[in-house]
């Protein structure tokens, strides 16, 4: 990269001086008359140089031999790859997670949205939905702006990276209480029961319950086993079958085991959308009178009950599927942690001051 002259001859056989700026675009040299030498000086043909590098950092030059797409045109190559070659179960939630971002920005390069345009985003989104909702919806462009910078569809910086998330505060996982769950499981049809039973039993998650087939289920040897492509992290995990599981699964063997799904529909299928669960296990919380609970919560109402019982957070986190120990202490109670260590402490010197007061006997 950089300045040069060129020469260039005229029909007339006259030559003419010109200023030259030399620089890489997608890997391939490009080369660009900046004006005659004299009417253009060579600090201004560095200075379009410069201009040129930040163009190419950017994103803002078209890559050589092909056009950068627009958001909407690679938004469709995008949601070919999450359905068909990375088989996301719930590809088409990032349908609708572009569905507000298309409206806006469809017709945009994808090396023409800025920050600036995601801040806007942002705030447009935040006077009709919730921060955490704008959140997934961001991660879900922030995703296909990495896809297309792998795919050298533009050459920029992620303009949601660089805009950053929304700070949600987390929010407090409600835990489902034993009287609740009485009162739950009372007004629940055998169906949605048995999938509640089991959530509570496991901490699946509601799409790996709806998922699981019988050749996952070891009654022999008491085990569950969550298949890759039905996991979130698309890692393969064990899960022990307890007795109130058992007894369950071994009723639903009886009642449903001519289909190879564990929890069919009432045609023996697969539920197609999971929506149709979530509205039922709804109705029956409000039948039962139980408000802000979540199905996921009973997940993280099954974790909270092992930490309870005195589990370990290894063992807990390998149930669970957690990659990171951290996501399974939350669970956890640090004041209790803290105060029981401190206790320890005084366990110690208390055990130590015995231990030497029965040597001293010892000797005598």
Excluded at 232 to 240: A, G, H, M, T
Aim: glycine letters at 6%; a positive charge.
């Amino acid at each position: 990269m950089g300045v040069f002259k060129r020469w260039i001859k005229s029909k007339d056989g006259k030559k003419t001086a010109y200023w030259y700026i030399r620089y890489m675009v997608n890997g391939k040299d490009k080369w660009e008359s900046v004006g005659k030498v004299g009417l253009v000086t060579k600090a201004m043909a560095q200075a379009k140089l410069e201009e040129r590098k930040r163009q190419v950092r950017l994103g803002q030059l078209d890559i050589i031999g092909t056009e950068i797409p627009t958001v909407a045109e690679f938004a469709k190559e995008y949601i070919k790859y999450v359905r068909d070659v990375a088989k996301k179960r719930a590809w088409w939630r990032d349908t609708y997670g572009l569905r507000h971002f298309l409206e806006l920005f469809k017709g945009k390069k994808l090396s023409e949205v800025t920050p600036k345009d995601i801040d806007d985003y942002k705030r447009l989104r935040l006077a009709e939905v919730k921060p955490s909702t704008v959140n997934r919806e961001l991660q879900v462009i922030r995703y296909l702006f990495n896809l297309a910078k792998r795919w050298k569809k533009f050459y920029g910086d992620n303009p949601v990276s660089q805009s950053g998330l929304i700070p949600v505060n987390n929010q407090v996982e409600r835990i489902l209480t034993p009287e609740e769950e009485e009162r739950l499981l009372s007004v629940c049809n055998s169906s949605l029961r048995a999938i509640i039973i089991t959530a509570l039993n496991t901490g699946m998650r509601k799409g790996e319950i709806l998922s699981l087939r019988w050749e996952d289920v070891d009654l022999e040897n008491n085990l569950i086993t969550v298949r890759h492509d039905i996991s979130k992290s698309k890692k393969v995990r064990r899960i022990p079958i307890n007795a109130t599981l058992r007894k369950l699964l071994l009723e639903q063997k009886l009642r449903d085991g001519s289909s190879c799904f564990v929890f069919p529909n009432s045609k023996g299928n697969p539920y197609k959308r999971h929506d149709s669960v979530k509205g039922a296990f709804e109705r029956a919380c409000k039948k039962a009178g139980i408000h802000g609970l979540r199905f996921h919560d009973l997940r993280h109402t099954a974790a909270t009950r092992m930490v309870e019982t005195g589990a370990s957070i290894v063992a807990i986190s390998r149930i669970l599927g957690h990659s990171d120990l951290k996501t399974t202490m939350r669970y956890t109670h640090p004041e209790d942690s803290v105060r029981e260590a401190i206790e320890k402490l005084s366990t110690f010197a208390q055990n130590r001051s015995k231990n030497r007061s029965n040597e001293e006997m010892e000797k005598v």
